[in-house]
């Protein structure tokens, strides 16, 4: 069983930056965020990362949010810059290591961008 821990997220104005950390307790495969505009609407991908280093944005996100991670830490990262109101939800860390496709999620932390 992998733990994730959450850290970061808040209240930032619009134009603003924030970042979003989550550590995993062991080794996984990829790790990223995914986030919940609203309640009852579905989970959507903001940005994931392998262990290689390979990439994939939300076209949403792409050029004003950057994933990365340090392996050694077993921890990814999530860099929020220009922040807009529709940012705003819950995001939750996601890890998914491929053997045996197991799937684990944080607690999620709130983000919520004013205008």
Request: aromatic content about 8%.
């Amino acid at each position: 069983q992998v733990q994730l821990v959450e850290s970061g997220g808040g209240l930032v104005q619009a134009g603003g930056s924030l970042r979003l950390s989550c550590a995993a307790s062991g080794s996984v495969n990829v790790m990223g965020w995914y986030r919940r505009q609203a309640p009852g609407k579905q989970r959507e991908l903001v940005a994931r990362i392998s262990s290689g280093g390979s990439t994939n944005y939300a076209d949403s996100v792409k050029g004003r949010f950057t994933i990365s991670r340090d392996n050694a830490k077993n921890t990814v990262y999530l860099q929020m810059n220009s922040l807009k109101p529709e940012d705003t939800a819950v995001y939750y860390c996601n890890a998914l290591i491929l053997v045996g496709a197991k799937n684990y999620w944080g607690q999620g932390t709130q983000v919520t961008v004013s205008s």
